[in-house]
Every structure is written in C-alpha cells, then in structure tokens.
C-alpha cells in the first residue's frame, strides 16, 4: 500500500486535536481548514463521500461521534483498506482510552496518542523521503508494550512474538491447565416459498465457530468432505462431499497450504473467533414445512387450519422452534387449540405465536384458529396484504449441507494433548413461507 502523507484528529469545527506529518509533502497548516471547506461543500449539495479530491490531494476519513479522523495523501492509495486502518485506529485508541470520541481524553493521553500513531505506521527513511505505511492493528498486541501509565514497566519489556512475525493475533506466553479447543458448525437455511408451494429461494450460509483455549503457539489442523478434494484425491462416490462456495478464512488461516491440499492449517487466536464462513446455494429440502388451509364458515367466521410437518430424519429433534401465522389487523377474539405446543395471539405483531418446545424428525402437528372479521370483503382484502409464514428453530447434532470435520489436530512443540470437541447445529435464517392467495 502507498505511504499515508499525515494523519489527523480534527474536533467538530475541524481545529487539530492530535496530528502527525510523516512525509512533510503537505500544507498540514492548512490541510484541515482545506478538509473542513471541501467537506462543507459538499455537504450543502449532497455529495459527501469518505473520499474527497482537492486537487493533487486525497481525503480520506471517518467521522466517529464529535471528531474525524483524516487521513492524507498525495500517493494513489488503496481507499478501501485506509478506510480499515482508520476504523481499526480508532477500534485502537478506544481500548486505550476508553473515551476516544472526547478530546479532552486524546489531549490527556497525548504521550501514549503519538506513540500509538507512530507504531501504528511503519516508518522508513531512505535518503530521500521518509515514508509511512500501515502496519498490524491489533490492540491487544499492541498493549504488551505499548503501556498506560497504570500498566507500565518497570523494565522495558522485549518486543512480542507477534511484532516480529505474522502471528499479529496471538500473543506469546498463553497457559492453560487444561487446553482444549471446541468447534461448532452452525448452519443457517435460508428460504423463500410462494403462495404456490414451490421454492424460489434457498440457501444454506454456514460458519465453523471456534474458541482456543490452547497453551504456547500451537498449529492446528483441519479437514472437511470438501468436494474438490475428494475428486482430486479419486474418492468421489464413496463418501459423501460438499461444493462449499464463497469460502472466507480468519487472517490465520494460511490460504496457500488450503489451495495446496485443502488443509485448514492454523496458529488461532486466544479465545472466540470465525475460522471460515461458506455459503452453499443448491436446492435444500424444507426442514420444517408449514401449510395454511383458510376457511370461511360464514360472513364473518373464519378458520385457520394449519399444518407443520419436520421433513428431517426421525434420529434428529428440532427444538425452540416458533412459527408466526400472519393475522389480518381486523381480527376479533381469535380462539386457537393446537396438538402440541402452545400458541397466543400477538395482536402487536397482528400474528399467532406457535412455539414448540421439541419437534421430532418426521412429524406433524396441528393448529386451528377461529377469528372474526367485520367483513368477508375485509377478509379477502386483508388477505391479499398478509405478510408470510415465519419460521423459527434449531436442530443440534444435525449438518443440513452434509459437511463434516474429518479432523481437528493440534501440535504444539511442547507436547501436550489437547482435547478437540466438535458440534454441529442447524437453524433458521431468513425462513418463509407465503400463504395462498398473498
């Protein structure tokens, strides 16, 4: 990335509170006043952008509560990732200070501020022009040796591990008594049916969620029924396979030993975090089918007759599950009687509320619900306007797009055993059914 020229903390009337030259290839003095004029342009003609051209200079900034933090350039700079760097700055300056968005706490802690700014950008000095670029922003690594009045050292301690390599998101020193490592595949479906039964959307958008719990620097390994794999390895047709699509990994991850072989390989971070999230977009049978059979006694008389069916197998049970049954605003005393679970009328949602506290894989339950209306036409107008079915609930145990982890190793120099448990869950996302007639 091309070097920033300076960065700059400005108050709601754009005066300086902290700033830094790096390069000295701009008017800083007037650099904020240029900023303010510019962004008050356009401003009052509705133009406003985090990027702002003022001639051979580049604006670039994020306005957080009362201040805005600037950064300047004359270089062609990757916009995108100086936005991140300013938002991860700012993610910074608020575990330092708590109260980064006051400036009375920037100017009380503009010691710590300036070495912060200064840490934060790798600073080079050839024999012609000293140059800045960003460097890693993690707060946590930075706190090792970056320290608070109240934290400070006696003894200045050496530079951590993850300064001085690509581990930025771990530190060193971590001591568990009991290490372990749990990873849980969560799945959300999401789909869309029409007013015909028929499926126009659907989607599975799933996440492996991990949290490490590990002593030392330990690497990790893991494997999936990745598909590719599986036909590169001759395998396809013994074992069950998955095509993943739109694959993110954490920043540990290392993509080149995944494009090699298909190993998910790993120092984690300490604690809780995304390993890699994926989307699957082929046709996914409706877990929990819903159906809505409208009946009109009379003028003013109308039942529902609805039916939830689990289309899983009978080894797995969904549970929590909630399904909100559309009611026209006008209903009057609705009377519901259910086969299992409990039901209440909503009038705040102008909805049924069915909740289920555990439903076994290939079975059906039953609802009714009489209500009255002023009017049939009111009814048939009302129906037209029902938003649709919503569906809510969660199967443990259970992998709706078939993935499995293989293997979940971790070797650490030391030796230690480390206990892996892995988990799998199912549930809702964005899930809807659209009655007849809507």
């Not at 805005?68 to 938002?87: E, G, I, S």
């Not at 595949?185 to 049916?193: A, F, M, P």
């Not at 790993?266 to 929990?288: C, H, V």
């Amino acid at each position: 990335m091309p070097a920033l020229s300076a960065l700059l903390f400005l108050d709601a009337r754009g005066k300086p509170v902290l700033q830094r030259d790096y390069r000295g290839d701009v008017p800083l003095a007037k650099v904020a006043e240029r900023f303010m004029a510019k962004l008050n342009e356009l401003e009052e003609t509705g133009g406003a952008a985090p990027i702002l051209l003022d001639g051979n200079l580049s604006y670039v900034y994020v306005q957080y509560s009362n201040l805005y933090v600037l950064a300047v350039t004359k270089a062609n700079v990757n916009a995108a990732a100086t936005l991140v760097f300013l938002h991860k700055l700012i993610e910074i300056f608020k575990h330092y200070f708590h109260e980064a968005s006051r400036e009375e706490s920037l100017r009380d802690n503009f010691v710590i501020a300036y070495e912060l700014l200064d840490e934060r950008m790798l600073l080079c000095c050839p024999c012609t022009t000293p140059t800045a670029h960003p460097q890693f922003t993690e707060a946590k690594i930075l706190s090792e040796y970056i320290k608070t009045d109240a934290h400070r050292l006696a003894v200045q301690a050496r530079p951590p591990m993850a300064v001085t390599n690509a581990v930025s998101w771990r530190q060193e020193g971590l001591y568990y008594k009991k290490n372990e490592v749990f990873l849980d595949v969560v799945e959300s479906v999401n789909l869309l049916v029409n007013s015909n039964g028929t499926v126009v959307r659907s989607e599975v958008v799933g996440a492996l969620k991990m949290r490490a719990y590990l002593s030392g620097m330990p690497e990790c390994k893991c494997g999936v029924n990745d598909k590719v794999l599986f036909e590169a390895q001759g395998r396809t047709g013994r074992q069950k396979a998955v095509d993943l699509e739109d694959m993110k990994f954490h920043q540990c991850v290392r993509l080149a030993s995944f494009e090699r072989d298909r190993t998910i390989s790993f120092i984690p971070p300490d604690g809780a975090f995304d390993l890699m999230t994926y989307r699957l977009s082929q046709n996914i049978k409706p877990l929990i089918w819903v159906e809505c059979q409208v009946d009109k006694h009379s003028r003013s008389r109308t039942e529902y007759l609805v039916k939830a069916r689990s289309q899983f197998k009978e080894r797995s049970t969904a549970t929590s599950v909630e399904i909100l049954l559309p009611l026209p605003p006008d209903a009057i005393s609705p009377t519901v009687r259910t086969s299992q679970g409990t039901a209440v009328y909503a009038p705040e949602k102008d909805a049924l509320v069915w909740k289920i506290k555990n439903f076994p894989g290939g079975r059906e339950f039953l609802l009714r619900c009489k209500f009255g209306l002023p009017s049939v036409a009111a009814e048939d107008e009302a129906q037209g306007r029902l938003p649709p079915i919503k569906v809510k609930f969660e199967i443990p145990y259970y992998s709706v797009s078939g993935i499995q982890i293989r293997y979940l190793k971790v070797i650490e120099r030391s030796g230690y055993q480390a206990l892996p448990w892995v988990r799998y869950l199912t549930q809702a996302g964005s899930y809807e059914i659209r009655m007849g007639g809507t």
